[in-house]
């Protein structure tokens, strides 16, 4: 991470938080006659450049859509071959990672995942938690509607316990017991490799998030790429049903 470049934009202006569907790894790997996995491997090493291309910009939260709780029904070898890939990347990046300031943490439902994908997970988590330039948050086994359930029922075992009065549930509640509690919503989320669907990704942090659709492939995805993404934010303007100033 030591070639960093000045950032384009206004600070002001840079969204606080960018959440990436990365898709299309396997059409990028059809597309050259490789086999799937290849297209995965090659993405590994655009992750690499989202997360230079959010540090440069000063973006504060990356959230990356890794592994969704709907992708086990791929075939076995392509399972496993992504959680071999993910436990080879994260050994591989931590230390650089930790050096730039990064802060790893991952979300979804990790008591579905292997048990040495689990431990390298929470290691990964303590050796970064101090770190504050950039939050990257990694959704493994995540699924938006499997979130929401669980938020409901923390809230409802506590009004069974008397804790909470029915009376009193706001939208603070569920936020607050979703895994992605006291991180800002993202403002930006970009999807690659042209499909136009959220796929059960952060559906409650998205409600007002700019939705940027892009045909690249996630495995050509670059820096210039993301900072093409942010200077398309800029100049969205975003209303929060109020009409413009
Ligand atoms: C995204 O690429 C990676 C994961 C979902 C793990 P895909 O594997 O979905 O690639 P396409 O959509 O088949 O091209
Ligand atoms: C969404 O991509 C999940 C990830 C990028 C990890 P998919 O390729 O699995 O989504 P669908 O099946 O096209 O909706
Ligand atoms: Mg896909």
Same mark, same amino acid.
């Given at each position: 991470?030591?070639?960093?470049?000045?950032?384009?934009?206004?600070?002001?202006?840079?969204?606080?938080?960018?959440?990436?569907?990365?898709?299309?790894?396997?059409?990028?790997?059809?597309?050259?006659?490789?086999?799937?996995?290849?297209?995965?491997?090659?993405?590994?090493?655009?992750?690499?450049?989202?997360?230079?291309?959010?540090?440069?910009?000063?973006?504060?939260?990356?959230?990356? #859509?890794?592994?969704?709780?709907?992708?086990?029904?791929?075939?076995?070898?392509?399972?496993?071959?992504?959680?071999?890939?993910?436990?080879?990347?994260?050994?591989?990046?931590?230390?650089?990672?930790?050096?730039?300031?990064? /802060?790893?943490? #991952?979300?979804?439902?990790?008591?579905?995942?292997? /048990?040495?994908?689990?431990?390298?997970?929470?290691?990964?988590?303590?050796?970064?938690?101090?770190?504050?330039?950039?939050?990257?948050?990694?959704?493994?086994?995540?699924?938006?509607?499997?979130?929401?359930?669980?938020?409901?029922?923390?809230?409802?075992?506590?009004?069974?316990?008397?804790?909470?009065?029915?009376?009193?549930?706001?939208?603070?509640?569920?936020?607050? /017991?979703?895994?992605?509690?006291?991180?800002?919503?993202?403002?930006?989320?970009?999807?690659?490799?042209?499909?136009?669907?959220?796929?059960? #990704?952060?559906?409650?942090?998205?409600?007002?998030?700019?939705?940027?659709?892009?045909?690249?492939?996630?495995?050509? #995805?670059?820096?210039?790429?993301?900072?093409?993404?942010?200077?398309?934010?800029?100049? /969205?303007?975003?209303?929060?049903?109020?009409?413009?100033?």
């Amino acid at each position: 991470m030591s070639t960093l470049a000045p950032a384009i934009s206004e600070p002001a202006n840079v969204p606080r938080h960018v959440a990436i569907i990365m898709d299309g790894n396997g059409r990028w790997a059809k597309a050259r006659g490789l086999p799937r996995i290849a297209g995965h491997q090659r993405g590994a090493e655009a992750v690499r450049e989202a997360i230079k291309g959010c540090i440069e910009l000063g973006i504060g939260v990356l959230t990356l #859509f890794a592994f969704s709780s709907e992708n086990w029904r791929r075939p076995a070898a392509e399972v496993s071959h992504l959680m071999t890939l993910l436990q080879v990347y994260v050994r591989r990046e931590l230390g650089e990672l930790a050096g730039a300031g990064v /802060r790893v943490s #991952f979300i979804g439902d990790r008591g579905g995942l292997p /048990r040495e994908t689990q431990e390298l997970l929470r290691h990964a988590e303590q050796e970064t938690a101090a770190n504050r330039r950039l939050l990257l948050q990694v959704a493994l086994n995540y699924g938006a509607r499997r979130e929401l359930v669980e938020a409901c029922r923390k809230i409802a075992i506590e009004a069974v316990a008397g804790r909470i009065d029915p009376a009193q549930i706001d939208e603070a509640s569920i936020a607050t /017991r979703l895994e992605t509690a006291g991180v800002p919503d993202p403002d930006l989320l970009i999807r690659t490799s042209g499909e136009k669907r959220l796929s059960n #990704f952060l559906l409650w942090q998205v409600a007002y998030g700019e939705l940027l659709f892009m045909d690249t492939l996630w495995p050509d #995805f670059t820096r210039q790429h993301l900072r093409q993404a942010v200077d398309e934010f800029q100049q /969205r303007e975003r209303r929060y049903g109020a009409v413009s100033a």
